[in-house]
């Protein structure tokens, strides 16, 4: 490939004064009108293209941002691809290249994640991360990060999180209204600040209602399809001869597909027998037809690639983002055929 000496010598011209004007370079060098139509020729002439580390020197900028997150399972993960479709969206419109790296697992992230703001990325979008209070001791300060769902809040990083609450207590309100009352809520594992959120907004719904929930109201799940079957076989075991729920409430639509598996597994039938909500609305949901609680997935890898397009923005022109450290996004009930009334209501 050419190299800049090689256009610098094709158009008779010092190194520094093609540098200037093929790559932008900083310099006291001032270049003509007539310089600058001469690089430019012998640079198409040999079919010169910039390089792409001299051109991030050059300019303090990649041009490239970074999402990290952690697959639960080696499966599809619509979580994951309905956010990032939201980030390269906004990313491809500024012309940004982004680029993906997956953790093993979030054990990994004090030693992988600093690691990342080495240059090869100006900023970074986390998504979906499990960590723990420890976090405002490793995570990179001298690029910008946003946070997705982040389990804990982290000093100086933006965190973008949905009204969990307030869409379980959406979901389970419809319930009740609709006359179901031996409700189950299978939940995320338990140390997930979500999980903690979304089972208050499933009490919440029974106090607001005047009514208490069902004795063994909840049960916990990992974040996908099997951890749904699981959940559902080991209440049904934990039972044997009780009633059946005539409803269940479930953390995500990935564990609320598994549990209506293991319901047809059974026999049952839904909604005819047990109805069956998830939450975040996924392209799966929608496959399914199964009611749920959207989330704006999309939305959220919109808003965080913005944030942190303006994040690296004001840092080049040497200032600080002045937004909020915490942005709130609403979750909104999405009733499809997954959701009927209990057949005694009837």
């Given at each position: 490939?050419?190299?800049?000496?090689?256009?610098?010598?094709?158009?008779?011209?010092s190194?520094?004064?093609?540098?200037?004007?093929?790559?932008?370079?900083?310099?006291?060098?001032?270049?003509?009108?007539?310089?600058?139509?001469?690089?430019?020729?012998?640079?198409?002439?040999?079919?010169?293209?910039?390089?792409?580390?001299?051109?991030a020197?050059?300019?303090?900028?990649?041009n490239?941002?970074?999402?990290?997150?952690?697959y639960?399972?080696?499966?599809?993960n619509?979580?994951?691809?309905?956010?990032?479709?939201?980030?390269?969206?906004?990313?491809?419109?500024?012309?940004?290249?982004?680029?993906?790296?997956?953790?093993?697992?979030?054990g990994?992230?004090?030693?992988?994640?600093?690691?990342?703001?080495?240059?090869?990325?100006?900023?970074?979008?986390?998504?979906?991360?499990?960590?723990?209070?420890?976090?405002?001791?490793?995570?990179?300060?001298?690029?910008?990060?946003?946070?997705?769902?982040?389990?804990?809040?982290?000093d100086?990083?933006?965190?973008?999180?949905s009204?969990?609450?307030?869409?379980?207590f959406d979901?389970?309100?419809?319930?009740?209204?609709l006359?179901?009352?031996?409700?189950?809520?299978?939940?995320?594992?338990?140390?997930l600040a979500g999980?903690?959120?979304?089972?208050?907004?499933?009490?919440?719904a029974?106090?607001?209602?005047?009514?208490?929930?069902?004795?063994?109201?909840v049960?916990?799940a990992?974040?996908?399809?099997?951890?749904?079957?699981?959940a559902?076989?080991e209440?049904?075991?934990?039972?044997?001869g009780a009633?059946?729920?005539?409803?269940?409430?479930?953390?995500?639509?990935?564990?609320?597909?598994?549990?209506?598996?293991e319901?047809?597994t059974?026999?049952?039938?839904?909604?005819?027998?047990?109805?069956?909500?998830?939450f975040?609305?996924?392209?799966?949901?929608?496959?399914?037809?199964m009611?749920?609680?959207?989330q704006?997935?999309?939305?959220?890898?919109?808003?965080?690639?913005?944030?942190?397009?303006?994040?690296?923005?004001?840092?080049q022109?040497?200032?600080?983002?002045?937004?909020?450290?915490q942005?709130?996004?609403?979750?909104e009930?999405v009733?499809?055929?997954?959701?009927?009334?209990?057949?005694?209501?009837?």
């Amino acid at each position: 490939m050419p190299t800049l000496a090689d256009v610098a010598r094709e158009a008779g011209v010092s190194h520094v004064a093609a540098s200037v004007v093929l790559n932008g370079a900083k310099s006291g060098t001032r270049t003509s009108a007539e310089t600058r139509a001469r690089v430019i020729a012998a640079a198409e002439l040999l079919r010169y293209r910039p390089n792409a580390t001299a051109r991030a020197l050059a300019h303090g900028r990649t041009n490239t941002i970074g999402v990290v997150t952690s697959y639960w399972t080696a499966g599809t993960n619509a979580y994951f691809m309905d956010v990032f479709g939201g980030v390269i969206e906004v990313a491809t419109a500024a012309e940004q290249t982004t680029s993906v790296f997956m953790l093993r697992n979030w054990g990994e992230a004090p030693r992988r994640i600093p690691a990342l703001g080495d240059g090869r990325v100006d900023g970074l979008i986390v998504l979906a991360p499990m960590i723990g209070n420890d976090a405002s001791d490793w995570m990179p300060t001298h690029i910008p990060c946003v946070t997705v769902h982040s389990n804990y809040a982290v000093d100086g990083v933006v965190n973008l999180d949905s009204d969990d609450e307030a869409g379980a207590f959406d979901a389970v309100s419809r319930m009740l209204a609709l006359g179901h009352r031996r409700i189950l809520h299978i939940a995320g594992p338990n140390v997930l600040a979500g999980a903690e959120r979304r089972a208050a907004g499933y009490f919440r719904a029974f106090s607001a209602a005047g009514l208490t929930p069902p004795a063994d109201p909840v049960v916990h799940a990992q974040l996908h399809l099997a951890g749904g079957r699981n959940a559902m076989l080991e209440w049904l075991l934990r039972h044997p001869g009780a009633p059946l729920p005539e409803a269940v409430f479930c953390f995500n639509d990935a564990i609320a597909l598994g549990c209506m598996e293991e319901l047809k597994t059974r026999g049952l039938r839904v909604p005819e027998d047990v109805s069956v909500v998830g939450f975040d609305d996924t392209a799966l949901a929608g496959t399914a037809r199964m009611s749920t609680v959207r989330q704006p997935l999309h939305s959220f890898g919109r808003r965080a690639a913005e944030v942190l397009l303006e994040q690296i923005e004001a840092r080049q022109a040497g200032g600080q983002w002045q937004g909020p450290d915490q942005i709130v996004l609403p979750t909104e009930l999405v009733l499809r055929e997954t959701l009927a009334a209990p057949a005694h209501a009837g």
